[in-house]
């Protein structure tokens, strides 16, 4: 478990890291937990490349896929109640945002 990642949620802070190879991205951290044996985070990112091309919205990343991870001094508001917001059912929960 990252422990980072736990309390970016429950701190409601911003994270930037790098994913597989590419640039630096900033998101939003909403869950993270394991779901199939993979830890994963689901994330709004704000900033940054993506490989779909779409640089803000919703994105799943593989943990173990994220390198370079920082929390940011710079928080946002919590859980965003829109229509996109899709969390995930997952096989285990170590952080939700509120």
């Not at 429950?10 to 937990?33: N, Q, S, V």
């Not at 689901?42 to 900033?47: P, R, T």
């Not at 996109?84 to 929960?93: E, I, K, N, S, V």
Request: glycine letters at 10%; one cysteine or more.
């Amino acid at each position: 478990m990252n422990h980072d990642l736990v309390r970016a949620i429950l701190d409601r802070r911003l994270i930037e890291f790098t994913y597989k190879a590419g640039r630096l991205r900033r998101a939003e951290p909403h869950d993270y937990g394991l779901k199939n044996r993979v830890e994963c985070l689901l994330a709004y990112q704000i900033s940054g490349e993506s490989e779909s091309g779409a640089p803000h919205g919703w994105k799943q990343f593989d943990v173990g896929e994220m390198r370079q991870l920082r929390v940011l001094d710079r928080g946002f508001a919590g859980t965003r109640a829109d229509s996109g917001q899709r969390h995930r059912a997952w096989d285990t929960l170590f952080a939700r945002v509120s």
